[in-house]
Structures are given as C-alpha cells and as structure tokens.
C-alpha cells in the first residue's frame, strides 16, 4: 500500500487530469467524496485530504451544502517571447555575491526556498534510505568507517552502470567514478579537458553554479541559445565550433536548468557528432534525466558517443537524498586522468552514503520510487503554473516543461528580477534572479522558481505575494534609478 502522502496525491491529479482534460469545466460539481472514493478505493479521508489540498489551492471551492465545485481558471501562461542572445566572443564572470544570497536561502528555515531547485522532502525516500544506512553502520562499520576507492564503492558503481543504460549510455565498472555530488562530477570533467583561458560553449540560460564553477577555473564563455521548447539546436553549436577554438562544450540537454528545455534526441545525436568531427569534449549534465514526466526517459548524449568524448555527470541528488551527496561521472577517454583529479582532491567520496545507496538501488526501491516520484513532480509542476497563471500580473511568461522542477518566469512590462529577488526575500521567499543565468547579464526581466515544494496555504500565500511583487515593480518601471546588472543603482557614467 503507497504511503498517504502517495495516495492522497493520486486523488487530487485525478481531479486534475479531469479539469485539464475538460470533463470537469468552472462552475462544475466535483464527485463527492463517498462516490469518488469508492471509485478509486481509497478511504473517504484520503479523498477528504485531496480535496482540502486542492480547495487550498484555490482549484475548487467549497459550497455549504452543496459539495465542491470546481473554481473559474487561472489565466493560461504562454511561453516566453524573449529571444535568447546570440553566440558572441567569450566573456568573463562575475557574480559571486548575488549566488551566496540566493544559496543561502537554502538551509534557511524562515525563507520559503523558491529560489533553489529541490525535491519537496515528503517525496524523497528518506526514511528506508536511513534504515539502510543505520543497517550498514552495525553490519559493516568498519567498512564504512574506512576509506572507499577512489573510484568509489564497487557495488554502488555497478548498479550506476546498470542505471545508466537507461539513458543509452554504455559504461563499465571501471570506467565509472563516484563523486560528492554532480558539481564535484563538473569540475573534475572540467579540469579534464580544459586549462585556464580556454573558451568553452555553454548553453544561455543555463546554472548558474555553472558559470561560477567556469570562472573560478579561469575559463571563457562561449553561449548559445537555449529555447524552451527545443533545447540547443546543433546548427548554434556548429556554427560556435567553426567560429572560435573551443576548448568543450557544456550542456544540461535533459531538462536544462533554469528554462527546462528538452533537446530532442536527434538533436543530441547531431551535437556529438559535430563536436566529435572537431575533437571537442562534450560534458553532459543529466542530473534531471530521471525526472522526466513522459512515458520513456529521453537518452543521453553518451549514448551517441562514439569516440570517448563525451563526459557524463549526474547525481541522486533530486530524486533520492540531496544530503548523501552521491554522484557519478562517466569520463570516457578521460578516465585516467578523471581518477588522478579525483584522488588529489577529495581522495574518496563518504563511505557510508554510498554503500546505503548502493544497497537502495540493488533491492529495486529506487525503480518503483522512481514510479511514484515522477508524477508527483508533475503535479508540483502544474499546481505552480496554475498559481502563477493565477495570481501573476497579466503579461507575465512561463515556461511548461516535461521533466525537472524549475520554472522559468518571464516578468511583465520590463520589471527586474534582481530587484524582485530583493523585495521577494524581504517578505520571506526565495527565488533566482534571470540575470544569474547568463555570463552576460541577460535576463534581466525573469526569474526561476523550484517547483517541487510542498504545497498548502503557505505556498499559495507566498504565489500571492510573488504576483503583488510583480506588479508593484511593473507599475514603477521607469520611475525607478538605473540599475546595474544584479539590480544595484548605477551612477551617470555606467548607465
């Protein structure tokens, strides 16, 4: 029997499915909660919880005497309009400052953490991971206590092997390296193929950890366009790649971060081959490729590779535990030189964590979480949509993906996302400034929200108060200072 949060869920996208699909319409009676539980046989408490969630929401609405009906809908979001920058000769970094401010909200318990990309805690598996974990510490404590390789724990990386077929990828035991995390992942991929001053193509917008990570190796950006609705299109990268000497290439092409973008797996295919025929090294960040929403998991660019030069990095991080910090690389060719950086800098990553996981994905928990997860996801997914459609100024953009938990807000009548992070975090919400995700300091007028939290009052409240920011910085456009690119008051000779 699945958990009640996982059942109660169930309950409410059912009531979803049949308002998106038209066969519940505004004004509409909802089934009552005797009849729809015994349609989906669950108890009437489990359809009461569904039913409350979504009168929470502001989807349905409650009528003395009446039951539940279905409320008037929120205002459809069209994507956004705003034209990614085109490719142009590299750039140096600076935004240090303004990423600290938005990391910090991220363990902070009196901020609403919008601004970072998670996994709501009731959806992860927690508790039977912990109990794996407390099992292996009396078992095998020694073991654990002791370092692993440094490649990592053999049995953890052959069930990452196992995983990554999936995707398409093809791997062995020992051509696979356990990492703290897909960004330790990065940089070891990054110091692989790439020295200071060296220009690497990197998707716009795109992470922005990613573009600190680039600027602390001393390297130069190189962007191209990613859009929503197809990714990265292989005539950008081509034409980038005849253009100027690229050291690599950087690419989330599996539900990009911040815009969600999906690059079709033809498209994928057509990158690595035009990077191949160069001998450019290609470093995939698939660390969302497990989040996907459809029927089939989109495959991976390693899974076109042909010549060891595609890099793949990801992590159980947003689907499992993002505290055990496990990840993996799949270096390719670069695989000595990838364990050599590996074992000079962190030496091994945590013994525990990563015989707990290991066990976690051996007994087949992982693929049935997995089930579960997804559509839950989704639901967080479009219940952010509905309140941003919602509560949000007219003109206001968004973002639909089909897999990650980050949304991609466009702000109406050229309000600043910088200036609205400040005012956001003043009343205690969290969320990402666009000009983050840009080397350049485009994307003034968006900003990214974390779908994935958990939902109820406090986060309609917190929508609410986002929308009222919105518009307040809509109305004052023009009346304000000119601003700088991280939404600081500049003098006369910087405007």
Not at 34 to 45: C, D, H, I
Not at 355 to 370: I, Q
Not at 456 to 476: F, H, K, N, W, Y
């Amino acid at each position: 029997m699945p958990p009640e949060s996982f059942r109660y869920e169930t309950v409410r996208q059912n009531v979803l499915d049949q308002i998106e699909s038209g066969a519940l319409r505004p004004g509409d009676k909802v089934p009552s909660l005797r009849r729809l539980a015994e349609r989906m046989r669950v108890s009437l408490s489990t359809v009461a919880l569904a039913y409350g969630q979504l009168e929470g929401e502001g989807i349905i609405e409650a009528r003395p005497k009446s039951g539940f009906f279905v409320r008037a809908a929120a205002t459809a979001l069209p994507p956004p309009t705003a034209r990614p920058s085109a490719a142009t000769a590299p750039e140096s970094l600076d935004r240090a400052s303004l990423i600290r401010k938005v990391l910090d909200t991220m363990a902070r318990q009196d901020i609403l953490p919008l601004g970072v990309a998670r996994t709501a805690e009731d959806l992860l598996p927690l508790a039977p991971l912990n109990r794996i974990l407390a099992q292996v510490l009396r078992e095998e404590g020694n073991l654990a206590g002791y370092y692993a390789p440094v490649q990592g724990f053999e049995p953890l990386r052959r069930q990452i092997v196992l995983r990554a077929l999936e995707s398409g990828a093809e791997s062995s035991v020992g051509e696979t390296i356990v990492t703290s995390g897909a960004m330790e992942a990065l940089h070891i991929a990054l110091r692989c193929v790439t020295r200071a001053g060296d220009a690497v193509v990197i998707a716009s917008p795109t992470y922005y950890c990613f573009l600190q990570l680039l600027e602390n190796l001393g390297l130069r950006v190189i962007e191209i366009p990613s859009r929503p609705g197809e990714g990265v299109r292989p005539a950008d990268v081509a034409r980038v790649a005849e253009r100027f000497r690229v050291a690599a290439c950087v690419l989330t092409p599996n539900f990009n971060n911040p815009d969600g973008a999906l690059t079709p797996d033809e498209a994928k295919a057509e990158i690595v081959d035009i990077l191949s025929a160069r001998n450019i090294p290609l470093i995939e960040d698939d660390i969302y490729g497990d989040m996907h929403y459809g029927p089939t998991r989109p495959r991976c660019c390693k899974a076109f590779d042909r010549k060891g030069l595609v890099l793949t990095c990801s992590s159980f991080s947003k689907t499992i535990a993002p505290g055990y910090r496990v990840g993996w690389l799949l270096p390719g060719r670069f695989l000595d030189r990838a364990v050599e950086i590996k074992g000079t800098t962190s030496v091994a990553s945590a013994s525990p964590t990563q015989m707990a996981v290991a066990e976690y994905l051996r007994s087949g928990c992982y693929h049935k979480h997995l089930k579960r997860l997804r559509p839950a996801v989704k639901a967080h997914m479009e219940h952010m949509h509905e309140l941003v459609g919602r509560f949000f100024p007219p003109g206001t953009r968004a973002t639909r993906p089909t897999g990650g938990s980050v949304m991609w807000i466009e702000l109406p009548g050229g309000a600043d996302g910088a200036q609205f992070m400040h005012r956001a975090l003043a009343r205690g919400i969290g969320v990402a400034p666009g000009v983050l995700f840009s080397s350049r300091g485009s994307f003034r007028g968006f900003i990214r929200v974390g779908c994935c939290v958990p939902r109820g009052p406090q986060l309609s409240a917190a929508v609410q108060t986002l929308g009222g920011i919105a518009g307040e910085l809509e109305d004052c456009v023009g009346d304000s200072p000119a601003t700088g690119p991280f939404g600081n008051p500049v003098g006369p000779e910087d405007a």
